[in-house]
């Protein structure tokens, strides 16, 4: 069986033991291929490949750095059917849906493409006499990205584009559970003429991250995945006074108002619950129905539910796959069932669903709540899995006062005809990203993505301004030449403007 290794100083690099462990494939059920596990020893010998690379990668000028980006951008376009199916066979997406995660990716790149104007400094001329002040930015060394199994490429992008743009070298641990995108995009950066060491991979679970975060020749890492790892990874990286910046959990909420179009709303939030099997950090979970929508609302969201075919990620007329394991399947269903317990009302249930020619896979079917309380566990655990969940509320606030109270604050939608309500929501809500009519809002890759609450720990939101900002650190330089200016005496106070 084949073993995915890791990706060392521009080189498929064989671990310093043979300890493994599976991939499967979810819409099968079946084990594919093993994935090596990092020691401490790998992983140093990975930040030393890193660390040799900086010398000369932080010294390459904005110039080399644009080329090797635009160079990548290219290569990720040329093979982006391939890189799709790769992430839908490991991770059981639809491809069409792992394309889409590629092209959201490949919106860091650009970005990072056009980084030679956002990485302009500031000049004050003239500050004092004969003297004047500028500042610039530079990267901090090697970094690392921790990332989770739900977007095995385009989380990855929103680290390692800029990271790299700015000088940086990055040391990428994806998750074991579908690692082979990761050694895929670093064979498309060696053929995009990034010099070896500057991206490299090591596979791996817990050991993996760990000697990551304890390694001093680590300077900053960037962690995304579930709240309490994040925290974890939060305290024991600053803790070993590294930068870190550490995306967790969510429970997003789509209000729904009665003067929405509810039909369209409707396919909306059937989309974003559903669109993979809602294992995304930006999926809808919880749908707070205003009013007098709850019942119109409530009976769409049944009709498009039963509508949502489900089947293996690469067949064509698939909407939603498999969940990534067989765990995942049992905990989203253990859910449903004590919701069902605790009083709600199972309008649409997807328990024990079976695909036919696919009986072992992880399979289960979407799954739509009704009179969902906030007191119930399928309102408070994030399921990460094709269960929207339908609360009743009597007015906007109330709603608003809801989703406040919910300690995730990742992603929220309102829908509406109202400006005036978007904009009392857009102000008044405790989330880091808002749409309006909008189901899952995720930024443009020129503006950062990151939410609030549990879902951020520490204050850094990823990629845009945010992201070079993370990368980079200031210097300041105040200067003056005496022979070009007025000449001034040296003297033993501290200097003064004058
Ligand atoms: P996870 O937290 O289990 O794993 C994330 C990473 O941490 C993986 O690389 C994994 O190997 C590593 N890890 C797991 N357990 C660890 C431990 N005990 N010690 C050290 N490292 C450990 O998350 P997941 O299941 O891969 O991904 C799903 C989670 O990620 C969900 O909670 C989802 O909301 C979240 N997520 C958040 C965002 C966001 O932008 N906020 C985006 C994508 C996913």
């Excluded at 698939?318 to 605790?342: H, K, Y």
Aim: proline share 6%; glycine share 10%.
């Amino acid at each position: 069986m084949k073993t995915i290794q890791h990706w060392i100083a521009g080189a498929r690099t064989e671990g310093s033991t043979t300890d493994t462990a599976p991939v499967f494939n979810p819409a099968t059920g079946h084990e594919q291929a093993r994935v090596a596990l990092a020691t401490p020893a790998d992983v140093d010998a990975a930040v030393q490949a890193a660390a040799r690379a900086f010398e000369t990668w932080s010294e390459s000028s904005l110039a080399q750095r644009t080329q090797v980006m635009f160079a990548f951008r290219q290569l990720l376009i040329e093979h982006e059917e391939e890189l799709a199916r790769i992430i839908s066979a490991e991770h059981g997406k639809t491809v069409d849906d792992a394309r889409g995660e590629i092209v959201r990716g490949r919106e860091v790149v650009e970005y990072a493409c056009g980084l030679g104007d956002v990485l302009k400094g500031n000049f004050s001329d003239q500050v004092s006499r004969g003297v004047d002040v500028h500042d610039f930015r530079q990267p901090l060394g090697v970094v690392a990205g921790i990332t989770p199994f739900n977007f095995p490429a385009m989380v990855p992008l929103w680290m390692h584009p800029i990271a790299i743009a700015t000088g940086n070298t990055f040391i990428l641990k994806p998750s074991e559970r579908d690692p082979s995108a990761a050694d895929f995009v670093a064979d498309l950066y060696r053929r995009a003429g990034l010099p070896d060491g500057v991206f490299n991979v090591v596979h791996g679970g817990k050991d993996a991250v760990d000697a990551l975060l304890d390694h001093p020749g680590v300077e900053a890492v960037s962690f995304v995945g579930s709240t309490p790892i994040a925290r974890y990874v939060h305290e024991r990286a600053t803790s070993a006074g590294k930068r870190v910046q550490a995306l967790g959990g969510a429970k997003n909420h789509a209000v729904v108002l009665p003067d929405a179009d509810l039909e369209s709303a409707a396919g909306h939030l059937t989309a974003g619950a559903y669109g993979s099997a809602g294992e995304r950090c930006m999926a809808v979970s919880v749908a707070v129905a205003v009013g007098a929508a709850g019942d119109e609302l409530v009976a769409a969201l049944e009709r498009k539910a039963r509508e949502v075919k489900v089947g293996p990620g690469d067949a064509p007329g698939t909407d939603m796959g498999p969940l990534i394991t067989e765990a995942s399947v049992e905990r989203v269903e253990n859910a449903v069932t004590d919701a069902a317990q605790q009083g709600a009302t199972v309008v649409v249930d997807g328990r024990g669903l079976k695909v036919d020619g696919h009986e072992n896979g992880f399979f289960t079917g979407p799954t739509l709540l009704d009179r969902v309380t906030t007191a119930m566990d399928a309102y408070r655990t994030e399921l990460f899995g094709p269960v929207l969940a339908v609360v009743r509320v009597d007015t906007l606030d109330e709603a608003i006062a809801l989703i406040n109270a919910n300690p995730y604050g990742n992603g929220t939608a309102l829908f509406t005809d109202s400006g005036a309500a978007a904009r009392h929501f857009q102000r008044k809500i405790r989330v880091g990203m808002i749409g309006v009519n909008v189901p899952v809002p995720v930024p443009m890759s020129y503006y950062s993505f990151g939410g609030w609450k549990d879902s951020l720990i520490g204050d850094s939101p990823v990629h845009g301004p945010e992201g070079v900002r993370f990368y980079t650190r200031p210097k300041v330089v105040t200067t003056r030449w005496p022979r070009a200016a007025q000449q001034v005496t040296a003297g033993f106070t501290f200097p003064t403007s004058s």
